[in-house]
């Protein structure tokens, strides 16, 4: 997917105007500090409505359109966006992180691609850092951007490295994803459970 075309023909059905709907409920009833990565940021809407909670997000994107409109909105406190890969992260991300907010990143890339997204958000993460996720269960089809995904899925793919610690649908979403979505905080392990294993 060539996304920062989608980003400059303006064919961006992802970009709803504001937050996602399950993560300003999350933030309502939860408290969130420290440095977040939020992985294919976009225009940056989770990401400000993470820095209004009072965290120091940072809003990463492979698209130099997305961080270009998301730098040219209001600010909300003191986030910041930097130009990408997730696959790729310049060292100074490696270990840098409390949180991950997951929203559009794992359902928009290749399903081939989630082992690498996994081992990916791990090494971001500082030890015993946090991934707090909202995954499309079932976006009603399986050839294009967004891709589903299953629990089973999620746990085959995130069990090594991580525990989950609280798994809900949410009860508000945006219109027509009622019941599609998956939350799930989970806590990066100190060592993969393979390794844990083999000792």
């Known amino acids: 997917m060539d996304w920062e075309l989608r980003y400059q023909s303006g064919d961006m059905p992802w970009e709803k105007g504001g937050p996602a709907p399950p993560l300003v409920d999350w933030l309502s ?28 997000p940072v809003g990463l994107d492979i698209s130099p359109s997305a961080i270009h409109l998301a730098d040219s909105l209001p600010r909300a406190g003191g986030e910041r966006y930097q130009l ?26 290749d399903p081939k691609s989630r082992p690498d997204y996994v081992a990916a958000v791990a090494a971001a993460l500082s030890p015993h850092g946090r991934l707090l996720a909202i995954f499309y269960l079932d976006p009603g089809h399986d050839a294009r951007p967004p891709y589903g995904t299953t629990r089973e899925e999620l746990d085959a793919f ?25 939350v799930r905080v989970l806590q990066k392990r100190n060592q993969p459970a393979s390794a844990s294993r083999r000792r």
């Open 29 to 56: 009833r939860n408290e969130i500090h420290g440095r977040i990565l939020v992985p294919g940021c976009g225009s940056g809407h989770d990401v400000r409505a993470l820095s209004r909670a009072g965290a120091e």
């Open 84 to 109: 990408a890969n997730l696959f790729e992260l310049p060292s100074e991300l490696i270990g840098a992180f409390d949180w991950i907010f997951e929203h559009t990143c794992f359902c928009a890339i």
């Open 158 to 182: 995130f069990s090594g490295h991580f525990e989950t610690l609280a798994e809900y649908i949410p009860t508000i979403s945006y219109p027509g994803r009622e019941g599609r979505e998956l």
